[in-house]
């Protein structure tokens, strides 16, 4: 049985792949929507279910997450999957992702949204 550490170490490898094979051009249109999903989910600062639920809160981290990214890898072909595979491994440096500004838009974005929420109740 795979413990949870270690499926969350297997999800932390395959976002940055299923990032690369949304920017791929050979992935077909729905693996791409459904990688853009995966990939926006996981960079986002706001959760589905906030973490201080007590047990719900990690629901989407434990469980929705890892199924949106086993869905995603089914919908795209093994030898695209396999090719940028490789090339995620150039992203990494030490554990960390050397091109960490990739979050920056996804941050502005939910900025934007929170702003526009925040003058939708005071005005």
Excluded: C, H
């Amino acid at each position: 049985m795979v413990s949870l550490k270690e499926r969350a170490r297997k999800l932390k490898s395959d976002i940055p792949v299923v990032f690369l094979s949304l920017k791929d051009g050979d992935t077909p249109l729905g693996a791409k929507i459904m990688a853009a999903i995966v990939v926006v989910y996981a960079l986002s600062p706001i959760d589905l279910i906030p973490d201080m639920i007590p047990v719900l809160g990690y629901f989407d981290d434990v469980i929705l997450l890892p199924v949106l990214v086993a869905v995603t890898i089914k919908m795209i072909p093994k030898e695209i999957w396999e090719k940028n595979k490789l090339a995620a491994k150039d992203l990494w440096k030490d554990g960390k992702p050397k091109q960490w500004y990739y979050a920056i838009p996804i941050a502005l974005i939910w900025l934007l949204i929170l702003w526009w929420i925040i003058d939708k109740i005071l005005w």
